[in-house]
Each structure stands twice: as C-alpha cells, then as structure tokens.
Nanobody
C-alpha cells in the first residue's frame, strides 16, 4: 500500500509559478512510475505529466509542455511538479498518482494509488 500526500497549492496570479510536491509513505518509491493529473470544476480529471520508474523518462500533456516540469527525488520519496507561466485555465485540483506497472502513464485507470489533491487557483 502507498499513501500519497500533495502540498504546495494555492492562489496565484497569471504568469506566476508554483511547485507542487507529493510525498509517498512507502520506501520502495523508486519502483513506481508517477503522474500528475488535474480536475477543473465541471470537467473530467485529465493527465498533466508523468515520469517513469525505470529510466526517468517524462511525458506531458500538450497544454502544459514547456511550462511544467515533473521531477522526482527517490531518496526523499517525493515527486514534484514545477509550474511556470500559470494561466487561469490551469485552475484545478491537482492529484499525484503512482503505478507499479509500465502501462501508459497518460491513462488514469493505470494508476493504483492516488493522493487527496491540492487546489491550484490562478486568478487576477
């Protein structure tokens, strides 16, 4: 079992940056591929970014590529999402997720473990 806890959300203005963190309870963190998803009001949850367990390869949604960066610190059991040039369309609850499989990181159903989410609001 893996418990995930996100932090770092908040209210920011357009153009600002935020860094989200997600800490895992399990020591074998490096066995898991990790992803960030988000859910805006009235919309379905969508993939944002993922990072592989094996080689650290990353993948991003088109809407955030070039602005967001996912990274992981295995000794600290932490995955980060650095978000730059935020705009109001980035407003959502952000969730981190973990999977022990090597299936597509873009598919929500492929993740076994989820955090509770952290709210990000971008507004002037």
């Amino acid at each position: 079992q893996v418990q995930l806890a996100e932090s770092g959300g908040g209210l920011v203005q357009p153009g600002d940056s935020l860094r989200l963190s997600c800490v895992a309870s399990r020591r074998t963190w490096s066995w898991f591929s990790l992803g960030w998803f988000r859910q805006a009001p009235g919309k379905e949850r969508e993939f944002v970014a993922g990072i592989r367990r094996v080689n650290g390869d990353t993948t991003y949604a088109d809407s955030v590529r070039g602005r967001f960066t996912i990274s992981r610190d295995n000794p600290e059991n932490t995955v980060y999402l650095q978000m730059n040039s935020l705009n109001p369309e980035d407003t959502a609850v952000y969730y981190c997720a973990a999977t022990a499989t090597l299936r597509s990181m873009r598919i929500e159903a492929n993740y076994e473990y989820w955090g509770q989410g952290t709210q990000v609001t971008v507004s002037s």
